[in-house]
């Protein structure tokens, strides 16, 4: 990530997945968008935040305005790509994950975090596409491509509304390099080429791995429990509790 190699510690929604951060976002959606509970305050972002000094991808978009009030010099970088390119990136890895037919097989064996995960990811496509209620399950019916592009072609003009001319960065993704970065945020140039790479195949395909290996796990936890307390039962059915307690001894 570009400002992570600038020495800007940047929160991501790896970063939320990595810090198990992802319930604390589903909290702050469900206060902002659903009507529960107190919208989150600088002391609420805090415990999220408190290391990072910069904040991209869709926790900065559902949160700007609140942002921009607690940071009112900060300096924001609008990242322009054609339409189509954001779209296929977003249909090829939150749609496919989320949508993703082993799903119901292995919620009951998945961790809080990846069901967070999850949570978050059904929220994030309903909402940037403006027409669908608040919801944390699949709702594909809210994900329509005109839509996503009437929601995107006005994200540009209300981030312009928001900020100063002068501490804004339009930076096009398939053009831009460290010379535009590095010039708005008074850095010195690294010897490193520019990352310009987004390996989203590879994360769809890491992520359901990583979700099968854990329920697997789970799962097998699980299997071990319940064959444990059969066998207790049966010897307390067969034996009874004193003759139980002597076999376990």
């Known amino acids: 990530m570009a400002l992570n190699i600038l020495g800007i510690p940047t929160y991501h929604t790896v970063d939320a997945m990595q810090n198990g951060d992802l319930p604390l976002w589903n909290e702050a959606l469900a206060a902002k968008y659903g009507g529960v509970n107190a919208p989150y305050d600088a002391d609420d972002w805090s415990k999220i935040l408190w290391r990072y000094e910069g904040i991209i991808d869709g926790p900065a978009m559902f949160f700007l305005g609140e942002w921009l009030a607690q940071n009112p010099e900060a300096k924001v970088i609008l990242n322009k790509r054609p339409f189509q390119d954001w779209y296929r990136s977003v249909s090829s890895t939150a749609m496919q994950l989320t949508t993703w037919t082993w799903w119901p097989y292995l919620w009951p064996f998945l961790s809080a975090e990846s069901r967070a995960w999850h949570e978050y990811a059904c929220c994030f496509l309903t909402m940037i596409g403006g027409s669908g209620p608040y919801v944390t399950t699949p709702h594909?019916?809210?994900?329509?491509?005109?839509?996503?592009?009437?929601?995107?072609?006005?994200?540009?003009?209300?981030?312009?509304?928001?900020?100063?001319?002068?501490?804004?960065?339009?930076?096009?993704?398939?053009?831009?390099?460290?010379?535009?970065?590095?010039?708005?945020?008074?850095?010195?140039?690294?010897?490193?080429?520019?990352?310009?790479?987004?390996?989203?195949?590879?994360?769809?395909?890491?992520?359901?791995?990583?979700?099968?290996?854990?329920?697997?796990?789970?799962?097998?936890?699980m299997t071990v429990l319940a064959t444990g307390l059969s066998a207790v039962g049966w010897l307390w059915w067969q034996y009874g509790s004193r003759a139980l307690w002597q076999y376990l001894r």
Not at 202 to 207: A, C, L, Y
Request: with cysteine.
């Open 140 to 221: 594909p019916e809210y994900w329509a491509e005109e839509q996503y592009r009437k929601t995107y072609e006005a994200h540009y003009p209300r981030v312009r509304s928001l900020v100063a001319a002068e501490r804004i960065l339009e930076f096009d993704l398939g053009r831009d390099g460290w010379d535009e970065l590095c010039g708005f945020l008074g850095k010195e140039i690294p010897e490193e080429p520019f990352p310009h790479t987004n390996q989203a195949k590879d994360m769809v395909e890491q992520r359901k791995r990583m979700w099968v290996a854990e329920a697997a796990a789970n799962a097998l936890k």
